[in-house]
């Protein structure tokens, strides 16, 4: 008997769970039909030196910190409105890990909403209300 799929979709997707597997061993499963909590779960929070070599100083001594580029990155999120919530998510829990506080993350949302307009700041907000949240609850 042949465990190979005959579908070409059921085949792309024993392939994506054995990708997501490779990159995350202790992931149960992996969905891409739940594309916020699935690929958020995929990609755990990089250490703060993962962070500087790949986006920080590893290009250049004298460039923007890890912390700096993911608040950057955070304000560009923000404008995007509720486009990419989980990519702002994600750039939350790693600017944590980067060394921003919740004040600067707040802050960084905040100056958004003269571009971006309120209701992207207060999703932008919601967003990482939720994440902070969430890594208070795993801290206690």
Same mark, same amino acid.
């Given at each position: 008997?042949?465990?190979?799929?005959?579908?070409?979709?059921?085949?792309?997707?024993?392939?994506?769970?054995?990708?997501?597997?490779?990159?995350?061993?202790?992931?149960?499963?992996?969905?891409?039909?739940?594309?916020?909590?699935?690929?958020?779960?995929?990609?755990?929070?990089?250490?703060?030196?993962?962070?500087?070599?790949?986006?920080?100083?590893?290009?250049?001594?004298?460039?923007?910190?890890?912390?700096?580029?993911? /608040?950057?990155? /955070?304000?560009?999120?923000?404008?995007?409105?509720?486009?990419?919530?989980?990519?702002?998510?994600?750039?939350?829990?790693?600017?944590?890990?980067?060394?921003?506080?919740?004040?600067?993350?707040?802050?960084?949302?905040?100056?958004?909403?003269?571009?971006?307009?309120?209701?992207?700041?207060?999703?932008?907000?919601?967003?990482?209300?939720?994440?902070?949240?969430?890594?208070?609850?795993?801290?206690?």
């Amino acid at each position: 008997m042949n465990d190979t799929p005959n579908n070409p979709f059921e085949m792309m997707m024993k392939q994506a769970q054995q990708m997501a597997k490779a990159m995350n061993p202790a992931l149960e499963n992996f969905s891409p039909q739940d594309a916020f909590k699935g690929y958020e779960a995929l990609w755990p929070t990089m250490p703060k030196d993962f962070m500087e070599m790949i986006f920080g100083r590893g290009l250049s001594q004298s460039g923007l910190d890890a912390k700096t580029r993911l /608040l950057l990155t /955070l304000a560009g999120l923000t404008m995007q409105g509720a486009q990419n919530e989980t990519g702002l998510r994600m750039t939350v829990r790693h600017a944590l890990e980067a060394g921003a506080s919740k004040d600067e993350i707040a802050e960084t949302i905040a100056q958004m909403s003269m571009f971006a307009g309120i209701p992207a700041m207060t999703k932008a907000m919601e967003c990482a209300r939720e994440v902070m949240a969430d890594k208070e609850d795993k801290e206690t």
